[in-house]
């Protein structure tokens, strides 16, 4: 898969291509079909599919401040869309000038123009040029006039939810991560740098990664998770956490209210593993919530229950495995 930032990058001899467009935050069930059809449908004409996405989020360019949770960074989403089979990951850098192109010019310099669009794929709510003024009607009628067809597709729904990246980021504040699972076709996934903590849970007997995710990650409720850990990449490791592959965890998000804690910190005891973390970029997939953050009395009610979260979380993780027939 091809990776371009801006229009710059696009080939000299580029020809025709289908185009699907949006942020796809998420890369959700709904937007999985998106990019599924317009990959079909460059595959039916013998040209090339491209994908084009948005950095940074359009709302933090229309309105400062109003960046929503973020459900997947651009590496992740650029990754999903090549399992999807997409040729070229677009990264569309959404600049105040951007924001302010009227649709026919959108259409005109960027899609006929600079990626000579056969076919766009999009959903049936798409919006695009200055204050959103553009949408599929408008499209069909542009591509008419410069030969290019469009399909708006029908958004997915299932027992009366539409699945968006709004209704996941909803289910994820949440804490419900087995429904944002449902939605995503797998589970929410946050990464990060594993920093130093304050060393408590290796005094406890539960040494844990202490996760610092990127700006805007869309962290779920406080409370304790079942989790799949993965360090990314395949770097060297000690110990026997193996890069690349996932281990059970237990997950703590919170402020360790049981030490007067202030800070939210997410925090992974690997099952079954150990290993020197520090520093290394990893993912944890989060399963199912098996309770709230809770304050203990004492230490020891505190190391008691963490020992019953680390069980109940490996039955979760094997129970899961054993639906998805692995």
Sequence with gaps: MQRWR?????????????????????????HAQLISRAVKAA???????????????????????SHPAQLTTLARRAELAEELGIDVFCVMPFTPEFMKLTPERYVHEILVERLHVAEVVVGENFTFGRKAAGNVDLLRKTGERFGFAVDGVSL??????TFSSTYIRSCV???????????????HRVEGVVVHGDGRGRKLGFPTANIAPPMYSAIPADGVY????????????????????RHQAA??????????????????FVLDGE????????????????????????VDDLVEQMGRDAQRSREILIEADLRHGE
Excluded at 6 to 26: H, K, M, N, Q, S
Excluded at 44 to 59: K, N, Y
Aim: proline residues 5%.
């Design 6 to 30: 801006g229009l710059d990058e696009v080939p000299a001899d580029w020809g025709r291509c289908v185009l699907t467009i949006g942020v796809f935050d998420g890369v959700h069930r709904g």
């Design 43 to 65: 595959s039916e004409r013998g040209i090339a599919s491209v994908l084009m996405t948005f950095d940074p989020h359009p709302a933090e360019v229309v309105r400062a401040g």
């Design 156 to 161: 997915l729904a299932e027992h009366a939810v």
């Design 173 to 187: 504040d949440a804490g419900d991560v087995a429904a944002a699972s449902e939605a995503l076709g797998r589970p």
């Design 226 to 245: 079942a989790a799949w850990f993965t360090v990314l990449g395949a770097g060297p490791l000690t110990g026997t956490v193996v890069p690349g592959e």
């Design 251 to 268: 997950v703590s998000v919170g402020t360790n209210p049981t030490f007067s804690g202030r800070t939210r910190t997410v925090e992974a």
């Design 275 to 298: 290993a020197d973390l520090y520093g290394q970029h990893v993912a944890v997939d989060f399963v199912e919530r098996l309770r709230g953050m809770e304050k203990f009395e004492s």
